[in-house]
């Protein structure tokens, strides 16, 4: 069950805007999404949510689709968004969900809220890429931007900015069929699933149709130092990762999973980037 849009005007000034997925009266799981995304990506798990009783509440980060933009944000800036919202939905402790571009802000709140945060899963995880020893299990278009972002951030600007009108179409289904020859098997399999399709790149279109500057505030978070260490994240984690990830290599996953004190390591065979949330959603143990 999906409740529509909710917008909570924050006391530091500013609004965020969330939705919510699976069982209302179930266990609380807050969801980060991805990058480029937004908070319509949850909706890959509503219905084993709503199977698994758990509640499902999704938010846009600052500057991303119905949230208010925040200049010069860092990391550290996401909790105490996060622990207002709680506050709000009368949520005391919890357990947090992120995919992709949503592991740093499960992190960042664990680090922050150990008392509040019991556990997190972290599906298919971007990593601190600062502190990676050696970035080549990144995507090679992540590595260029990350290339980009350091030499000529100003020539990486007006490429966002002309990406936009692309990353907001909506292709018709036979150049989404183009696309999907593009990924890697599993994946392509698995975004077959129209309502999968749907879920993941409706999320970044919504994202992109936000604001550009939104998006681009989002990335350079991923470029720069998180302000703490993995070692400090002090709740369980437990962190799935598909051994056919090409966003993030599982070479990257095990170098975090061992920075971790708490932390269950699981790879998946032949899941990908794509594959792994949309496919093992209803288990509470992927397969590996």
């Given at each position: 069950?999906?409740?529509?849009?909710?917008?909570?005007r924050l006391q530091r000034g500013g609004h965020?805007?969330?939705?919510?997925?699976?069982?209302?009266?179930?266990?609380?799981?807050?969801?980060?999404?991805?990058?480029?995304?937004?908070?319509?990506?949850?909706?890959?798990?509503?219905?084993?949510?709503?199977?698994?009783?758990?509640?499902?509440?999704?938010?846009?980060?600052?500057?991303?689709?119905?949230?208010?933009?925040?200049?010069?944000?860092?990391?550290?800036?996401?909790?105490?968004?996060?622990?207002?919202?709680?506050?709000?939905?009368?949520?005391?402790?919890?357990?947090?969900?992120?995919?992709?571009?949503?592991?740093?802000?499960?992190?960042?709140?664990?680090?922050?809220?150990?008392?509040?945060?019991?556990?997190?899963?972290?599906?298919?995880?971007?990593?601190?890429?600062?502190?990676?020893?050696?970035?080549?299990?990144?995507?090679?278009?992540?590595?260029?931007?990350?290339?980009?972002?350091?030499?000529?951030?100003?020539?990486?600007?007006?490429?966002?900015?002309?990406?936009?009108?692309?990353?907001?179409?909506?292709?018709?289904?036979?150049?989404?069929?183009?696309?999907?020859?593009?990924?890697?098997?599993?994946?392509?399999?698995?975004?077959?699933?129209?309502?999968?399709?749907?879920?993941?790149?409706?999320?970044?279109?919504?994202?992109?149709?936000?604001?550009?500057?939104?998006?681009?505030?989002?990335?350079?978070?991923?470029?720069?130092?998180?302000?703490?260490?993995?070692?400090?994240?002090?709740?369980?984690?437990?962190?799935?990762?598909?051994?056919?990830?090409?966003?993030?290599?599982?070479?990257?996953?095990?170098?975090?999973?061992?920075?971790?004190?708490?932390?269950?390591?699981?790879?998946?065979?032949?899941?990908?980037?794509?594959?792994?949330?949309?496919?093992?959603?209803?288990?509470?143990?992927?397969?590996?």
């Open positions: 069950m999906k409740i529509r849009e909710r917008v909570l965020v805007a969330y939705d919510e997925y699976g069982d209302p009266r179930g266990v609380p799981v807050f969801f980060c999404h991805g990058w480029p995304s937004s908070r319509t990506m949850a909706e890959l798990t509503d219905a084993a949510a709503h199977d698994l009783g758990v509640r499902i509440i999704s938010a846009d980060r600052p500057g991303i689709s119905g949230s208010a933009f925040q200049a010069n944000r860092k990391l550290v800036d996401w909790p105490p968004i996060l622990k207002e919202l709680a506050d709000d939905l009368g949520i005391g402790d919890f357990r947090i969900l992120a995919i992709s571009g949503g592991a740093p802000y499960a992190y960042v709140t664990a680090w922050e809220m150990p008392q509040r945060v019991r556990a997190i899963a972290i599906v298919s995880g971007a990593a601190p890429i600062v502190d990676l020893s050696d970035q080549s299990g990144l995507l090679k278009l992540y590595r260029w931007m990350l290339a980009l972002y350091r030499t000529r951030p100003k020539l990486l600007r007006t490429l966002f900015y002309l990406a936009r009108p692309f990353a907001t179409f909506r292709m018709p289904i036979r150049y989404g069929r183009v696309l999907l020859k593009l990924l890697q098997p599993c994946d392509a399999e698995a975004l077959r699933d129209s309502a999968a399709f749907e879920a993941c790149f409706e999320s970044q279109r919504r994202a992109w149709r936000g604001s550009v500057e939104g998006v681009m505030t989002d990335a350079q978070i991923y470029a720069q130092p998180w302000g703490f260490a993995l070692e400090e994240v002090d709740v369980p984690v437990r962190l799935w990762h598909g051994k056919e990830d090409r966003a993030f290599s599982f070479r990257v996953a095990e170098e975090v999973a061992k920075r971790l004190p708490d932390c269950e390591a699981r790879y998946v065979d032949g899941a990908g980037h794509y594959s792994l949330p949309i496919c093992y959603m209803r288990e509470r143990r992927p397969r590996c």
